[in-house]
C-alpha cells in the first residue's frame, strides 16, 4: 500500500476492504491520464444501478445471454458433472445462474463477488427458491486468487462467468483471470462462460449511452462512492458520462469529463477525463485463441440467431 493510502486508512480505521479502495483510488487518480477501476462501480447503489441497466432497451448483452441460456440450457447444463460445485466468478444477481439449477444436479453453489451485502442478500434468496441448494457465498475480489470454502474441495469444479465481464479486462488481464481460475478451479475444472461479440457500432454505442441515462448514473457513481467511503469531495455534478467505441481496440471506454473540479486532492484540467472501463468485444476466434493461451480448451460454444452474444464451455487443459 502506498504512504498517502495508509496514512488515510489509519486516519479513517478503514477495513481491509476499504483500504484497498483507498490505495488504489490514490494510485490510479495520481496516473495520467487518471483512471478507476470498474471492480468498484458495484457498491450496493452501483449494483442496483447496473440491475437497472440490464434491463434498458439499449443494452442487449444480457437479455441475449439469457435467452441463450434458456434456449440452450439442457445443453449447457449437461457439461456440469452431478455433484459439481458450480463457482460463479462476480455473481451479481442469480438470475443467470437459476436457470441452470434446475437442469443440473449441483452439489453446492459458490457466489463469489466483492460486494458482500449484495452477495448475502441473492444467496440468502435462492437458499429460500432451492431449499436443498448448498450455497457457499465468498467475499472476494475473483480477479485475485482467492480459497475455495472446504465443503466443495472434493467435489469436481465449474466455473461460471457469464455477462461478458471477461470484456472488462484488458487482454492481458483476461489472460491472468482465465489462469488464475483455472488454479483455483484445479485439474479437470470446467467452464461455462458469456462472451459478448464485435457488431455494429451504432448498436454499442447506444447500449453505453442509453437514453435515460441510467449508464451515466452508473458511471458517475463512482465518485460519489469515493465521496461516501473515503471521505472525498469530487463535485460530481462537474462529469459527464462518455462512451465511445474505439474499433482498433475492440472496446467501449467511459470517461468522467469535466470542465473545473473542487476535489482538494487532484486537479483536473478542463475537460481532463478519468478512464473508468474498458468493455472488449471479441470475434469467437479471437476468444478461442485467448482461451487457449490462457490454460483452457473451448469444447463448445452457443450463440443468438443474430450472433449478438456468446456462451463456452471449456476444460481445463492438463
Ligand atoms: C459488467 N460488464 C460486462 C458491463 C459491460 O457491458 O461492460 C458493465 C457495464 N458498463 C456499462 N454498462 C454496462
Not at 119 to 125: G, S, V, W, Y
Not at 156 to 171: A, H, R
Request: net charge neutral; with cysteine.
Amino acid at each position: 500500500m502506498n504512504v498517502r493510502a495508509t496514512a488515510l486508512a489509519e486516519v479513517h480505521h478503514f477495513d481491509e476492504q476499504s483500504s484497498a479502495f483507498a490505495r488504489d483510488v490514490i494510485d490510479d487518480l495520481s496516473r495520467h491520464p487518471k483512471r478507476l477501476s470498474p471492480k468498484y462501480f458495484y457498491d450496493a447503489a452501483g449494483s442496483e444501478l447496473f440491475e437497472q441497466i440490464t434491463l434498458l432497451p439499449e443494452y442487449y448483452p444480457t437479455r441475449t445471454e439469457l435467452a441463450i441460456l434458456q434456449d440452450y440450457g439442457r445443453a449447457i447444463s449437461s457439461i456440469i458433472p452431478k455433484g459439481a460445485a458450480l463457482v460463479e466468478f462476480g455473481a451479481g444477481s442469480t438470475t443467470k445462474v437459476r436457470l441452470l439449477l434446475g437442469e443440473c444436479g449441483l452439489g453446492a453453489y459458490v457466489p463469489v463477488d466483492i460486494s458482500g451485502e449484495f452477495l448475502k442478500t441473492q444467496a440468502e434468496a435462492l437458499r429460500a427458491d432451492f431449499p436443498s441448494l448448498q450455497v457457499y457465498p465468498v467475499t472476494a475480489d475473483f480477479s485475485a486468487p482467492f480459497e475455495l470454502p472446504d465443503a466443495v474441495r472434493a467435489m469436481p469444479k465449474v466455473g461460471f462467468f457469464p455477462g461478458s465481464t471477461l470484456g472488462n479486462f484488458e487482454p492481458h488481464e483476461a489472460c491472468a483471470f482465465l489462469h488464475s481460475a483455472r488454479e483455483i478451479l484445479g485439474r479437470g475444472a470446467r467452464m461455462v462462460i458469456g462472451v459478448d461479440l464485435e457488431k455494429d457500432e451504432r448498436v454499442l454505442y447506444d447500449a453505453y449511452n442509453d437514453s435515460a441515462g441510467v449508464t451515466a448514473r452508473f458511471n458517475l457513481n463512482v465518485l460519489h462512492r469515493i465521496n461516501r467511503e473515503l471521505g472525498g469531495d469530487f463535485d460530481v455534478g462537474a462529469f459527464i458520462h462518455r462512451a465511445i467505441y474505439n474499433r482498433e481496440k475492440h472496446r467501449i471506454s467511459k470517461k468522467a469529463l469535466t470542465a473545473r473540479v473542487l476535489g482538494r486532492k487532484f486537479s483536473f484540467r478542463p475537460g481532463e477525463s478519468i478512464h473508468t472501463e474498458n468493455s472488449y468485444k471479441y470475434s469467437l476466434e479471437r476468444f478461442t485463441a485467448l482461451a487457449r493461451g490462457s490454460g483452457w480448451k473451448p469444447f463448445e460454444s452457443w450463440t443468438d440467431a443474430a450472433g449478438m452474444f456468446s456462451v463456452h464451455a471449456m476444460v481445463a487443459s492438463d
